[in-house]
């Protein structure tokens, strides 16, 4: 269905979303009467939750055109629904779940800021309790979809003893009082997908928006990446899926030395590497989803998973765009563009770096 839908309502528009830097509206109100935007809610909420390899599934095809509407999906799905479903009291959930799996919102999800990507329980945006609500001050940034977005999965800091700041995560909605877009980011790649910062100026948040328990915020942060980290594995594993088709078509109409270029052994072993790594990275994907649906422990098959896709995305999107010669480097094909968004799949959700540093902990703890 996704594939259909990406043939008949995606590629005709892909480019010039992308050139104008236009936020796929029009595609994604679309998706959600699919009930993409809903697949991880359940349909109490209005949702038609499914399994995660549907949702991988999906996001592959997404991003085989368009990486860029495939992340705002994940981050809806997998961070945004996913956090209120897992940590969201009953009222949380019947406020905006039905929202957000209907497309009537989109979410966010606001952890990273100007002095803390990596390292994600440093923040300095604090948030202080007065009455019956919690005043937020700081600087958000890097937040996909934050400048769309009707509400967001937001992360402060909260005095939960005197003297001891810890994480804590409120459900903040884009009209609160204090809450301005600062700053739209000029981003090498994904142009449709649009990346805010933010600034929190005496934000007002109700208390009854507090998302977990206090202090808990790292917690509910680094579970609910560990889910979305299959996603943006899922995201490398479309575009790569697509570049090795470029490469594969382009090869076999070039001629060079009397010959088509696919002819040549060079190409053939690239195309072959292509393959390879692009079913590697597949199967860890799956491998991380069917994990998840299990109800088994993920966390290290998601940076296993995230880790490999993300970094043989780049390498298949440069060999592709190699095999493609100049016309690679041309803004008329395809590969071109892959080979930008690419780029970032190996740093956010928490970079290659972070994704080692997760699995060889895990190894080690035990
Ligand atoms: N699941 C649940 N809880 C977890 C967890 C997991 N996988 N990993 C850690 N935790 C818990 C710990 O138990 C601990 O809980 P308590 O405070 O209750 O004891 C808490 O989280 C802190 O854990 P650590 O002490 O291990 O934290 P750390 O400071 O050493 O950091 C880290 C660990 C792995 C480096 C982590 O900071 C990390 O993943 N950083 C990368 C952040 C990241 O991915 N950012 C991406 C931004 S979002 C984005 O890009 C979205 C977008 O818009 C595209």
Request: with cysteine.
């Amino acid at each position: 269905m996704v594939r259909d839908f990406v043939q008949r309502e995606i590629i005709p528009q892909a480019k010039s979303l992308e050139e104008n830097h236009e936020f796929p509206r029009e595609i994604l109100e679309k998706l959600a009467d699919l009930g993409i935007l809903g697949m991880t809610v359940p349909p109490e909420y209005k949702g038609m939750k499914t399994d995660s390899i549907s949702l991988v599934l999906a996001l592959e095809e997404l991003s085989r055109v368009l990486p860029s509407v495939a992340v705002i999906v994940s981050v809806h799905c997998s961070l945004f629904c996913y956090s209120i479903l897992k940590f969201g009291t009953r009222e949380q959930k019947e406020k905006y779940l039905p929202k957000a799996a209907e497309g009537k919102i989109l979410g966010a999800f606001s952890l990273t800021e100007p002095g803390a990507g990596s390292d994600a329980t440093s923040l300095r945006t604090n948030a202080v309790k007065n009455g019956n609500m919690y005043i937020l001050n700081g600087t958000k940034n890097w937040v996909t979809t934050g400048s769309e977005a009707g509400a967001l999965v937001l992360f402060a800091m909260t005095e939960i003893k005197p003297g001891i700041k810890k994480l804590s995560a409120f459900i903040v909605e884009k009209h609160f009082p204090g809450l301005k877009i600062s700053k739209i980011e000029e981003k090498m790649g994904l142009h449709s997908s649009l990346t805010a910062e933010i600034s929190l100026e005496n934000c007002e948040v109700p208390a009854e928006n507090l998302l977990g328990e206090e202090g808990k915020g790292a917690s509910i942060a680094f579970h609910c990446l560990d889910c979305s980290r299959i996603g943006i594995a899922a995201q490398s594993v479309g575009l790569s899926q697509q570049a090795m088709e470029e490469a594969v078509k382009y090869a076999k109409q070039r001629e060079a030395f009397g010959k088509k270029i696919a002819e040549f052994q060079s190409l053939q072993f690239m195309i072959a590497d292509i393959a390879t790594q692009l079913d590697a990275a597949r199967l860890l994907t799956y491998k991380a989803a069917d994990l998840c649906d299990k109800g088994k422990s993920f966390t290290k098959e998601a940076a296993m998973a995230k880790l490999f896709a993300s970094e043989a995305a780049n390498r298949i999107a440069y060999q592709a765009l190699q095999i493609h010669g100049g016309y690679g480097y041309s803004k008329e094909f395809l590969i071109e563009r892959l080979y930008r968004d690419a780029r970032v799949f190996t740093i956010y959700e928490g970079t290659s770096e972070i994704q080692r540093l997760v699995i060889s902990r895990f190894l080690l703890k035990k």
